[in-house]
């Protein structure tokens, strides 16, 4: 009954938004000559919010795709993101919650560069090798976080508590969960080919 609540909230929430209308918002808000300071901090938050949701707005039982945990892995904050699909993540006859098995990517905290020309590298660095990693911004507490789609842990959330001393802080939203897992689909599917030999790089 649990489950058909949190379901049955879902579909209210998504029609409300299928019926409310298009609204033309008046440019004169933007052109004001009474502006508000809006510091870094601000925009971190409104990028969160359509990113991310709190662990304190969700059940604790209620497991999901896009779940994600932090723990602890060698003294540093380490980051797992649940990528499993919700209809596996219900517990069988006889079984808790806590031994449902989670499909986990492992992913750490990272720094965005503060001058132009190291954050044009990067975004070139990310169009070569991004078919590795999926990175999301101001997931938690304005942290940015990598996750490496080599390293993906199966574990009983049980496990995950025990083991990493995680704890779970939220859950990504749509598109952001859904881009993840088409990116980690496409990379589970690429095709290896041979390796240049250096003679040929050298001419």
């Given at each position: 009954m649990k489950r058909n609540t949190f379901l049955l909230f879902n579909t209210i929430i998504r029609n409300v938004e299928s019926r409310i209308p298009y609204i033309q918002l008046s440019e004169d808000i933007l052109k004001s000559k009474?502006?508000?300071?809006?510091?870094?901090?601000?925009?971190?938050?409104?990028?969160?919010?359509?990113?991310?949701?709190d662990n304190e707005k969700l059940k604790e039982d209620?497991?999901?795709?896009?779940?994600?945990?932090?723990?602890?892995?060698s003294g540093q904050d380490t980051y797992y993101i649940n990528i499993r699909p919700t209809c596996n993540l219900r517990p069988y006859d006889g079984e808790s919650v806590e031994d449902v098995r989670l499909y986990l990517l492992k992913g750490e905290e990272f720094e965005i560069p503060t001058k132009k020309a190291s954050i044009k590298e990067e975004l070139i660095l990310d169009g070569k090798q991004g078919?590795?990693?999926?990175?999301?911004?101001?997931?938690?507490?304005?942290?940015?976080v990598k996750f490496k789609f080599k390293n993906?842990?199966?574990?009983?959330?049980?496990?995950?508590?025990?083991?990493?001393?995680a704890r779970r802080i939220g859950r990504v939203l749509p598109p952001y969960i859904t881009e993840?897992?088409?990116?980690?689909?496409?990379?589970l599917n690429r095709q290896g080919l041979p390796r240049i030999p250096y003679e040929i790089k050298s001419f």
């Open positions: 009474k502006r508000v300071k809006v510091d870094e901090k601000d925009i971190q938050k409104v990028i969160e919010g359509q990113t991310f949701i209620d497991l999901d795709v896009g779940d994600i945990f932090l723990g602890k892995e078919h590795s990693y999926y990175k999301i911004y101001c997931l938690y507490n304005g942290k940015h993906l842990n199966i574990m009983k959330l049980k496990q995950l508590k025990t083991e990493k001393k993840l897992r088409s990116k980690y689909t496409s990379y």
